[in-house]
């Protein structure tokens, strides 16, 4: 069984970068799609992109696409996301998550999810 811990977020000014990275214990990581979503006061959990298990097909939210990216090292147990031109609409917090085998954009068929960590885009 995987389980993932994120790293920090933070605050970061618009028009800024962050990545945020998802480690991953186990010895099963490569066997799951990866994804990361999230979700703003108020609303319903979004997703953001995710990465098939070799990292040769990757998925993306309407709303990141152009912006960031993803990448995983299965030799590493990680997955990274990296956000580029931020805004504050982009305030949330962001979760990585694991689908076994295949990946979706819908949260429900995540079996496995991290924590979450704090990113604010001031106005």
Not at 36 to 46: D, I, T
Request: glycine share 12%; with cysteine; proline share 3%.
């Amino acid at each position: 069984q995987v389980q993932l811990v994120e790293s920090e977020g933070g605050l970061v000014q618009a028009g800024g970068s962050l990545r945020l990275s998802c480690a991953a214990s186990g010895r099963t990581f490569s066997n799951y799609a990866m994804g990361w979503f999230r979700q703003a006061p108020g609303k319903e959990r979004e997703f953001v992109i995710a990465i098939s298990r070799t990292g040769g097909s990757i998925l993306y939210g309407n709303s990141v696409k152009g912006r960031f990216t993803i990448s995983r090292d299965n030799a590493k147990n990680t997955v990274d996301l990296q956000m580029n031109s931020l805004k504050p609409e982009d305030t949330a917090v962001y979760y990585c998550a694991a689908r076994y085998y295949g990946g979706s954009t819908k949260p429900r068929q995540y079996a496995i999810w991290g924590q979450g960590t704090q990113v604010t885009v001031p106005s």
